[in-house]
């Protein structure tokens, strides 16, 4: 994976509260409903030690009035070589990810893409889906249409989940902008309701959504290098087979199955939320594959074994 240099790195499309404090752990170490939450939180992960992964379907919380200031980020990154820094180069993540979706989504769903801001935060954030700490990971907030993640996630995925790859970054981005546009689709409204009407089913549901969101993001990686900034700079200028592997080795490290292996328990597949280190990959291949998120309809009868 190689990014273009001369890419111009757009920070208008990032809040930065990494400075601002944020607000308290309402969502880390809860469960799938936990009390006094409130909000919608769909994440990359689920059973991380510190910390829980999953989807809550509460209610808007009214909160995440905190905004950052991007000054020391947008100087930084309009160094040289800035892509070679760990924050600016997520920016160029973002920024490609949204210029995929730009094109793709009317393309595909006829629907017009909204762009979502991803918020970097240190330690803990104040969001519409409630307070969240650092061990909640990388989440999306419908209430907001905001994607949030403190980078020191990067070293959990590492160093304690075994997925060092460079392309697990942009993976992770790409899975959180693979539910904004499922909300703004209508698809995790969609699933919400079903999860209301039939309770016993709202695991299943979950790992469809999930997986359609891993699908989502094998879609971008296959569009990646044709993804351009502001002035038509290509943003990627390769996307090598190692980085689609090293996709998919993330993929398995973060399967329902392999976490609860991971954590000490036994694997119990009434529990899985987000799919299993199989299914996971199997959809981030194919979105892959095809290229075309069409082809990502994991709720379509059959489409998940």
């Not at 992960?45 to 009035?65: C, K, M, P």
């Not at 801001?117 to 905001?146: I, W």
């Not at 959990?156 to 959180?176: C, D, I, R, S, T």
């Amino acid at each position: 994976m190689e990014l273009n240099e001369n890419a111009r790195i757009d920070t208008s499309q990032i809040d930065d509260r990494r400075s601002s404090g944020g607000g308290g752990g309402g969502i880390g170490g809860l469960p799938i409903g936990g009390g006094g939450l409130t909000g919608i939180i769909v994440t990359v992960l689920i059973a991380v030690v510190g910390g829980f992964f999953g989807i809550n379907t509460l209610t808007d919380s009214g909160g995440g009035a905190q905004t950052g200031d991007n000054t020391s980020l947008t100087q930084k990154c309009a160094q040289e070589n800035a892509e070679e820094q760990l924050d600016c180069r997520n920016v160029l993540y973002v920024n490609s990810i949204q210029d995929y979706w730009v094109d793709a989504l009317p393309a595909s769903f006829g629907e017009q893409y909204k762009p979502a801001k991803t918020v970097l935060f240190a330690n803990a954030v104040s969001t519409k889906c409630g307070n969240a700490d650092s061990g909640v990971g990388p989440f999306y907030c419908p209430a907001d249409d905001q994607v949030y993640i403190d980078l020191s996630f990067y070293d959990v995925l590492a160093k304690q989940l075994g997925a060092p790859g460079e392309f697990a970054q942009p993976y992770v981005l790409a899975h959180e902008y693979g539910h904004h546009v499922q909300d703004l689709l209508g698809t995790e409204g969609a699933m919400r309701r079903e999860q209301e009407r039939n309770p016993t089913g709202a695991n299943e549901q979950s790992v469809k959504l999930e997986l359609q969101a891993d699908c989502y993001a094998g879609a971008w990686a296959k569009n990646a290098t044709g993804t351009d900034d502001a002035s038509g700079q290509k943003i990627f200028t390769s996307i090598t087979q190692q980085d689609i592997q090293e996709g998919l080795d993330t993929a398995a490290k973060i399967g329902d199955d392999a976490l609860q292996q991971k954590s000490g328990g036994s694997v119990n597949p009434a529990e899985f939320t987000h799919g299993t280190s199989a299914q996971r990959q199997e959809w981030f291949q194919r979105g892959f594959d095809t290229g075309d998120p069409k082809s990502c309809d994991t709720f379509a009868a059959g489409a998940v074994s």
